[in-house]
């Protein structure tokens, strides 16, 4: 059975001659005489495509064999038309060839190795046994991109045994005979049986997203090719989004967020002053009083227990303070002195509440109407 995936990375097309065709629990299990699908292994995932008019679900290798899953029959002997799932095909290329380029700067670096690969939907997590700085990931993302710009050409093939002492290659262990080694122009050179791109220059762009602290080593997140290309138009179109509402050049936006953020921290304090101020002016309005209902428009649950708080301060009895949001209404029922835990259930029952506190401080919401609210506490308690 010829690989014909070994042979051209790039054949999307082939004819084929069924060998086997036996059903399974989940579809057919169809054997050829030559195949462009690639079974899963070394870290990448199968092809998916299309056999004839049957679908290609999934392909896997067993002994000699590589069994592709099919959602319909096909008559042995026959001949088939295969097509894989290019777009698929090419973006895992793009992935794997750009992680075996980082992989083999970082060990040339480092010594470190490469211990966990994993390509997911978005991004590719790549594990290293060992810690990078950030400076020595910036300038490893630039390496890596300066070797996809050279174009250099990524061969592989099966030394021979006697070759094969002689052969410098990356590995996490000692290997038998036959050992697949992938050349990645002068950055890397590894054991590995997956499929690549021809040319360095296919993966186009590399771009490590992030790099956290992972067993003793580290995680990075990578994109690369289309995945690259995607990620950074949809950076692009934030930040463009982000100029435009800040006024500011697409490369100055950082800078125009933070005098921004300041200005408002600025104005935020301004307005905090002049809302105590405001909520002192209120709570004078009713000195001397002994207990109190005052409702207030649009305050955060935090402002509600701070006018409650002021307003508690001017009187002898308690304070009940309810504010009606986007949100809901918000209340905080205050005393300097006293046990409001009964009023503060009572009220919760009543108007379809929920809250709780301190015996001197309880808070919550609400679900009722000014009058519904005003009726309890005529009903209950005395706040004329
Ligand atoms: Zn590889």
Redesign the pocket.
Known sequence: MRKLFYEDCHLTQFSATVTGCKQSEKGWLVTLDATAFYPEG?GQACDIGTLGCVNVLDVREKGEEILHLCDGLLTVGETVEGEIDWDRRFDLMQQ?TGE?ILSGLINARFGYHNTGFHVGAEVMEVDFDGPISPEELSDLEKKANEAVWKNQSVKCWIPSPEELPAVQYRTKRALPWPVRI?QVGDVDS?A?C?I?VAYTGEVGLIKILSCVKFHGGVRLEVVCGGRAYRYMTAVFDQNRTVSQTFSSKILETGEAAKKTQDALAKEKFRANELQKQVFTSIAGRYAGRKNVLHFEENLEPGQVRELADRISRAISGFAAVFSESGSGVSYCLATQDGDLRQLGKALTEALNGRGGGKPNFQQGTVAATREEIRSFFDGNFCVK
């Open positions: 070394g794997h075996h992938v590894c590995c997956g690549h």
